[in-house]
């Protein structure tokens, strides 16, 4: 059974800094690519950052680069989103994707940055 379980999430100042986990199980997670994704109320969820695997190479959406590192390791068949310098505009459900020859979806973490 496929399962991609994010935490980590919660209630952040602007400012201030998280780290989201998505822990996989039931798949060979070495050899998917991994991404985080976000949806904000009212709008469509966006693509925010992506890692490849055994690469490791990166993407960022332009709105996070700079704030925010995406990071796996496959070891602990998990991947990491580190959210540095957070604004009210970060207020979204994220999601952790799995991208491979099938693709899986996390249940959703809520970040909220307000103060």
């Known amino acids: 059974q496929v399962q991609l379980v994010e935490s980590g999430g919660g209630l952040v100042q602007p400012g201030g800094s998280l780290r989201l986990s998505c822990a996989a199980s039931?798949?060979?997670?070495?050899?998917?690519?991994m991404r985080w994704y976000r949806q904000a109320p009212g709008k469509e969820r966006e693509l925010v950052a992506h890692?490849?695997?055994?690469?490791?190479?990166?993407t960022y959406a332009d709105s996070v680069k700079g704030r925010f590192t995406i990071s796996r390791d496959n070891g602990k068949n998990t991947v990491y989103l580190q959210m540095n310098s957070l604004n009210p505009e970060d207020t979204a459900v994220y999601y952790c994707?799995?991208?491979?020859?099938?693709?899986?979806w996390g249940q959703g973490t809520q970040v909220t940055v307000s103060s």
């Open positions: 994707h799995a991208r491979g020859s099938m693709g899986y």
């Open positions: 039931g798949f060979t997670f070495s050899t998917y690519a």
């Open positions: 890692i490849a695997s055994p690469s490791g190479s990166t």
